[in-house]
């Protein structure tokens, strides 16, 4: 068994763990940014951790109201731009907590007077220490390059975050069942191997989604990418109309992400499209109809909203990463040029 496919499994335990750690720090932050009266958020991060941020963004902005801005750290580390980032809050994320030009934008806002934390699995990293708090991972010691606890215990602490500022308890008590819908979701797709067989000779394909899912969309290609060598690439479905679609063709893999909700209605005229190009499309979803539209389907458990059904994709996706990366004969633990920790400024 992979230390990728071991740690896949571990997410539900780590997921407990992470809240019980947190919850404090939680309050903590949202007292502050109380306090400070904040405006707006940013939140910067790379790679993986990019695509928690994609989702940090969506739940801050439905739940609260805030603007919310992905940073680009770049701005500061290589064109020397001062930031104001006063009356915000803004969130470092990296796994790691190694990640440069993330703590070079934490240290900006702290000079600027924002409310800064960070989400790091280690809580003695650099970036830990450079914001006021820091919310801990708490999910081990993650062996296989490709980020899989890490991942959705970001995603999970953003999550709680969002839901706290807003003081949504309903929400807060339904991001709990979030463990055991993991549970379940291993439980569906036990057989995975035999759907993912299709698709040992793949050399490229499309990832979709829509709304907060776009960052399982994002992270899903991106664990294809690096695990199995495929020239992944993912859209939110409402810019795949924007000319991207033009490109499938006859038997082409098109991997939606079809959550039942408020993005079910585009994800249909979308497939439809792919299903008259003669697209191979695999359907991702807690819904019988929805999947009933694909080539072929994979299920996960039912999600009382898009906050938590993310939460059942991203584990689909790493699954299904590691076990084609398998079955092409690879080692998804240690992918080719890769290194765990990358440092970027």
């Not at 940073?71 to 064109?79: D, E, I």
């Amino acid at each position: 068994m992979t230390n990728m496919w071991q740690e896949i499994l571990q997410q539900p335990e780590v997921l407990e763990g992470c809240l019980k750690k947190n919850r404090a720090v939680i309050d903590d932050i949202v007292r502050d940014c109380e306090k400070k009266n904040i405006r707006f958020a940013v939140i910067a991060a790379r790679g993986t951790s990019d695509h928690a941020a994609v989702y940090g963004k969506y739940a801050l902005e439905i739940l609260t109201g805030l603007p919310v801005a992905l940073a680009a750290p770049s701005v500061m580390t290589m064109y020397g731009r001062d930031m104001a980032f006063g009356g915000s809050l803004v969130i470092g994320v990296s796994q790691s907590g190694e990640a440069s030009d993330v703590i070079e934008v934490i240290n900006t806002a702290r000079r600027h007077g924002a409310v800064t934390a960070a989400v790091t699995n280690f809580p003695d990293s650099p970036l830990a220490k450079a914001a006021e708090f820091n919310l801990d991972c708490a999910a081990g010691l993650e062996k296989s390059v490709a980020a899989t606890k890490t991942f959705t215990t970001e995603l999970y602490l953003l999550g709680n975050l969002a839901a706290s500022l807003a003081h949504d308890e309903k929400l807060t008590e339904e991001y709990l069942r979030v463990p055991d819908m993991l549970r379940e979701t291993f439980r569906l797709n036990e057989n995975i191997d035999k759907d993912v067989e299709r698709y040992r000779f793949m050399k490229e394909c499309f990832v979709l989604a829509r709304g907060i899912n776009y960052a399982i969309a994002l992270e899903a290609a991106l664990k294809i990418q690096e695990t199995s060598y495929v020239r992944a690439k993912a859209y939110a479905t409402s810019d795949f109309h924007h000319g991207p679609m033009a490109m499938v063709e006859r038997d082409m893999p098109v991997i939606v992400y079809a959550p039942s909700g408020p993005s079910s209605s585009d994800i249909v005229e979308m497939v439809g499209r792919m299903k008259e190009a003669e697209g191979d499309v695999l359907m991702i979803s807690d819904d019988a109809g929805l999947r009933a539209l694909g080539s072929r389907a994979l299920t996960v458990p039912k999600a009382m909203s898009d906050f938590t059904s993310p939460f059942c994709n991203a584990a689909v996706a790493q699954m299904f990463a590691c076990r084609l990366s398998l079955l092409k004969g690879l080692n998804p633990d240690s992918p080719r040029m890769l290194h765990k920790i990358t440092v970027t400024r």
